[in-house]
């Protein structure tokens, strides 16, 4: 059975930091690409970082650079998302993803709340 289970969501004041985990099962995991995404109310998901099937490569949205870093232990079979100087405008549901050419999967997601 596959599963994304994420974690360590929350409430933050701004400028605070969090460090979003997925774990994963039931699936190969070293062979996907892992992402993260967002969604705030009324708002579409959004692809926040991505990080290649070794982690040798990744990728964020400009609203997150220089601020967020994905990185991933292919050996624990974890992506992990570090939220740094977090804005008001972060507060959202994040979404773990996993991800190859035919098969895609979800986390339930978890809520980020930036707020003073």
């Known amino acids: 059975q596959v599963q994304l289970v994420e974690s360590g969501g929350g409430l933050v004041q701004p400028g605070g930091s969090l460090r979003l985990s997925c774990a994963a099962s039931?699936?190969?995991?070293?062979?996907?690409?892992m992402n993260w995404y967002r969604q705030a109310p009324g708002k579409e998901r959004e692809l926040v970082a991505a990080?290649?099937?070794?982690?040798?490569?990744?990728n964020y949205a400009d609203s997150v650079k220089g601020r967020f870093t994905i990185s991933r232990d292919n050996a624990k079979n974890t992506v992990y998302l570090q939220m740094n100087s977090l804005k008001p405008e972060d507060t959202a549901v994040y979404y773990c993803?996993?991800?190859?050419?035919?098969?895609?999967?979800w986390g339930q997601g978890t809520q980020v709340t930036v707020s003073s």
């Open positions: 993803n996993a991800k190859t050419l035919w098969y895609e999967y």
């Open positions: 990080t290649t099937s070794a982690g040798g490569s990744t």
């Open positions: 039931g699936f190969r995991f070293s062979n996907y690409a």
